[in-house]
C-alpha cells in the first residue's frame, strides 16, 4: 500500500527559474539513471529476495525514491512554470517545454522517452543489489553534475539532498551484500569456476606490462603472459607459462 501526504520528503524552494536548467532536471526525472528508473528497480527486485529484511530495504528504498520523484518534479515546474514570466520566456521558448508545456516530462534531458529497459533486475539478490551500488553511483555523478550548474542556492539544497540519499542507499546494499558474505565474492551462483580464477593474463606489450596493483599481483593472482608466449610462437592458447611475481618482502 502506497499513502500519499502532499508535501514533499525534503524542501524544495527554486529562488532562479532556469527552463534550460529545468530540461537538465528532467535527466532525473525520466532519465536512465532517474528516480523513476530507481524506484520500479528496487520495487521490483524487492520480490526476488526471500530475505525478508532485505525485501523491506528494498521496497522502503524504492517508496523514498517515489518521493525524489516527486521532489524532482517540483524542481522542474518552478523552473519552467515561473520562468514562463517575464524576461525568462525566450529561455522557455528555446527547450523542449515550449512544446510539451510547464512542468515534468518522462523524457531525458535530450527528450528521450523513459524505457522501461532502465529497469535493472536480473531474479537474483546478490546480482540485483551489485547492480544498485553502480546504479546509484550513476544517479550520484548526474546530481553532483546538475550541483554544479543549478542557478541558485535553493535548487543546490534540494539537490545536495538527493545526491546524499544515493550515497546512504548504496551503503545500505553494501551492507546488505555484507551480511551474506558477498560484498568480497565475485561469485553469486553455482559456477564452479575452472583454474583460471587467479590468473592474471597479460595481454600488454612494452612498459606498461609490468605494472602491478592488487589486482594482478601474488598472491591473489598469478601471470600468465600471452604476449611472450605469441611472440615466441607459441600462440595465445594453454600452453602459455604463468610467470610468477617476486615474492614480496
Given at each position: 500500500?502506497?499513502?500519499?501526504?502532499?508535501?514533499?520528503?525534503?524542501?524544495?524552494?527554486?529562488?532562479?527559474?532556469?527552463?534550460?536548467?529545468?530540461?537538465?532536471?528532467?535527466e532525473q526525472f525520466?532519465?536512465?539513471?532517474?528516480?523513476?528508473?530507481?524506484?520500479?528497480t528496487y520495487f521490483?527486485?524487492?520480490?526476488?529476495?526471500?530475505?525478508?529484511?532485505?525485501?523491506?530495504?528494498?521496497?522502503?528504498?524504492?517508496?523514498?525514491?517515489?518521493?525524489?520523484?516527486?521532489?524532482?518534479?517540483?524542481?522542474?515546474?518552478?523552473?519552467?512554470?515561473?520562468?514562463?514570466?517575464?524576461?525568462?520566456?525566450?529561455?522557455?521558448?528555446?527547450?523542449?517545454?515550449?512544446?510539451?508545456?510547464?512542468?515534468?516530462?518522462l523524457v531525458d534531458?535530450?527528450?528521450?522517452?523513459?524505457?522501461?529497459?532502465?529497469?535493472?533486475?536480473?531474479?537474483?539478490?546478490?546480482?540485483?543489489?551489485?547492480?544498485?551500488?553502480?546504479?546509484?553511483?550513476?544517479?550520484?555523478?548526474?546530481?553532483?553534475?546538475?550541483?554544479?550548474?543549478?542557478?541558485?542556492?535553493?535548487?543546490?539544497?534540494?539537490?545536495?539532498?538527493?545526491?546524499?540519499?544515493?550515497?546512504?542507499?548504496?551503503?545500505?546494499?553494501?551492507?546488505?551484500?555484507?551480511?551474506?558474505?558477498?560484498?568480497?565474492?565475485?561469485?553469486?551462483?553455482?559456477?564452479?569456476?575452472?583454474?583460471?580464477?587467479?590468473?592474471?593474463?597479460?595481454?600488454?606489450?612494452?612498459?606498461?606490462?609490468?605494472?602491478?596493483?592488487?589486482?594482478?599481483?601474488?598472491?591473489?593472482?598469478?601471470?600468465?603472459?600471452?604476449?611472450?608466449?605469441?611472440?615466441?610462437?607459441?600462440?595465445?592458447?594453454?600452453?602459455?607459462?604463468?610467470?610468477?611475481?617476486?615474492?614480496?618482502?
Amino acid at each position: 500500500m502506497f499513502i500519499h501526504r502532499p508535501d514533499p520528503i525534503h524542501q524544495v524552494r527554486v529562488d532562479t527559474p532556469d527552463p534550460i536548467f529545468a530540461e537538465k532536471l528532467l535527466e532525473q526525472f525520466g532519465g536512465a539513471t532517474g528516480e523513476l528508473s530507481a524506484a520500479l528497480t528496487y520495487f521490483t527486485q524487492s520480490f526476488h529476495c526471500e530475505d525478508q529484511g532485505i525485501r523491506d530495504m528494498l521496497q522502503n528504498i524504492a517508496t523514498e525514491e517515489f518521493g525524489h520523484l516527486e521532489m524532482v518534479a517540483m524542481m522542474v515546474e518552478q523552473h519552467t512554470k515561473r520562468a514562463r514570466q517575464g524576461a525568462q520566456e525566450k529561455a522557455f521558448n528555446s527547450t523542449l517545454f515550449a512544446m510539451k508545456g510547464y512542468g515534468p516530462h518522462l523524457v531525458d534531458s535530450k527528450g528521450t522517452t523513459w524505457d522501461a529497459r532502465y529497469v535493472n533486475e536480473g531474479a537474483h539478490i546478490v546480482r540485483d543489489l551489485r547492480a544498485d551500488i553502480a546504479a546509484e553511483a550513476g544517479a550520484l555523478a548526474t546530481y553532483e553534475a546538475l550541483i554544479r550548474i543549478a542557478p541558485d542556492e535553493g535548487s543546490r539544497e534540494a539537490l545536495r539532498h538527493l545526491a546524499t540519499r544515493e550515497v546512504a542507499h548504496a551503503r545500505m546494499f553494501m551492507k546488505a551484500l555484507e551480511s551474506m558474505n558477498k560484498l568480497d565474492d565475485p561469485l553469486f551462483g553455482d559456477l564452479q569456476p575452472d583454474d583460471t580464477v587467479d590468473v592474471w593474463f597479460n595481454l600488454t606489450m612494452g612498459p606498461e606490462a609490468d605494472r602491478r596493483g592488487p589486482w594482478n599481483s601474488e598472491p591473489e593472482f598469478h601471470t600468465r603472459d600471452l604476449v611472450s608466449a605469441a611472440q615466441r610462437g607459441g600462440g595465445a592458447g594453454a600452453q602459455a607459462g604463468v610467470r610468477h611475481s617476486p615474492a614480496k618482502k
